[in-house]
């Protein structure tokens, strides 16, 4: 199975970074999602959830507040200002739930993302 490399940084550091074989962004405009071989892009990122799934079906979620994306054929990189990791690629939900609420309650942005964003981690198990 063909998979691209996915970075996810705040300015505290790396989030994520490794290969996924599908990721959906969380875009000013609405959702997207991209494939290995995907046309290049930038776009800007709303307040959301960034989904993305490993060659091995593991799941990994990551809340964000905002940032920018670049895409690639072989690569998506993400600055965002901040991020909380929800599920990684053990599988295992995380503890930080309620930051990742908060974080996204924070984001200045519409309150329908927000709302949606918010009721995306309420249904993550």
Do not use: R, W
């Not at 705040?10 to 990721?23: A, E, L, W």
């Not at 046309?39 to 060659?55: E, F, H, K, M, Y």
């Not at 799941?59 to 670049?70: D, H, L, S």
């Not at 599988?91 to 984001?107: V, W």
Request: hydrophobic letters at 40%; aromatic letters at 2%.
């Amino acid at each position: 199975m063909s998979t691209i490399k996915l970075e996810i940084v705040t300015p505290h550091g790396v989030i994520y970074d490794g290969n996924v074989s599908v990721v959906t962004l969380c875009g000013k405009d609405g959702e997207f999602g991209v494939l290995p071989g995907h046309a290049s892009l930038v776009s800007l990122l709303d307040a959301g959830i960034i989904t993305a799934t490993t060659a091995d079906k593991k799941e990994i979620v990551v809340a964000i507040n905002g940032g920018y994306a670049k895409v690639s054929e072989e690569k998506v990189s993400t600055i965002v200002d901040g991020a909380v990791a929800i599920k990684d690629e053990t599988g295992k939900l995380s503890s930080n739930l309620e930051k990742a609420k908060e974080l996204l309650k924070s984001a200045q942005t519409s309150d329908t993302a927000i709302a949606t964003a918010v009721s995306k981690v309420d249904t993550i198990k």
